[in-house]
């Protein structure tokens, strides 16, 4: 427990360290002027989040190869702060989209993967809360968490391989993109509370399925006797 | 300064997004802490009985 709020602590410390880089150190976009900041969080969690459901397919992957309930406490656990992450990410995108583009919204490449994105996750959840049966629940929610993962490359290349109104990358986007050393920077740091945190997250969110783990083990143990 | 009330409600929402969910889920693991030890005790209840009365004989 002591652990878990010195982790908490950290955490705190690094997003308020972001946030000052992305306020006070990063320099004003000449364009854009000063919502570009939202980059800086935005960018971080929209990765994150794609992290996330990649530790998602992983355990998803473990659990079908090895039926061990411990990687099918770590799928949802990843799929859930995922999409935290990703509904964050869904929430600032449109701030940043209004005074720059007019508009809150645009069924674009990559809006609309990082939609779909969401609602396949929010289904994973669903499908979960549907199964009684903790193996039969594991065993399809890992089968669906797979077929999900499809979108991630999807939302990933969007970007890249389609003409969309969503800027193009700044980070692995070929010749002629990219950002000014220092946004760089600050960028690559606010990426590092964000990982923290869906680490912190998932931790607490992994204890929790445990322990319901062990709550069905016992349940079943009062039935028999 | 045009857009900052845009940039700070963009972080405001995205730290209350993360808050909300970290509050749920420590409330959720307290929750189920508690049935957890409630079915506990209620397994081992009538065990203890038995063994109380087998310790009478």
């Not at chain 1, 920077?185 to 509370?193: A, E, I, S, T, Y």
Request: with cysteine.
């Amino acid at each position: 427990m002591k652990k878990q709020a010195v982790g908490a602590a950290i955490v705190v410390l690094l997003l308020a360290a972001a946030a000052y880089a992305a306020f006070f150190i990063a320099p004003t976009d000449s364009k854009q002027g000063v919502i570009y900041r939202i980059i800086f969080l935005h960018v971080p969690c929209a990765e994150t989040g794609l992290v996330a459901f990649f530790v998602c397919f992983a355990a998803n992957v473990a659990y079908v190869l090895k039926r061990n309930a411990k990687w099918d406490w770590l799928g949802v656990s990843a799929a859930e702060v995922g999409l935290v992450f990703t509904t964050a990410c869904l929430v600032t995108g449109p701030i940043w989209a209004k005074p720059v583009w007019g508009i809150w919204w645009t069924w674009d490449a990559r809006l609309t993967s990082t939609a779909v994105l969401w609602l396949l996750y929010v289904s994973y959840l669903m499908l979960r809360s549907l199964v009684e049966e903790p193996e039969r629940r594991a065993l399809l929610s890992a089968l669906f968490g797979i077929f999900a993962f499809i979108d991630v490359p999807l939302v990933f290349g969007s970007i890249r391989w389609w003409r969309t109104q969503h800027p193009q990358p700044v980070i692995m986007g070929g010749p002629g993109s990219g950002l000014d050393p220092t946004m760089l920077r600050v960028l690559l740091f606010c990426w590092v509370p964000m990982l923290a945190l869906m680490v912190l997250l998932m931790q607490s969110r992994y204890r929790l399925e445990a322990m319901r783990g062990d709550l069905e083990l016992v349940r079943r143990e009062a039935e028999a006797a | 300064m045009k857009n900052l009330n845009s940039v700070f409600a963009a972080y405001l929402v995205a730290w209350a997004i993360f808050f909300v969910y970290y509050v749920t889920v420590a409330r959720r693991a307290a929750a189920l802490r508690e049935d957890l030890e409630r079915l506990k005790e209620s397994v081992t209840r009538p065990v203890d009985a038995s063994a109380a009365a087998n310790r009478g004989k």
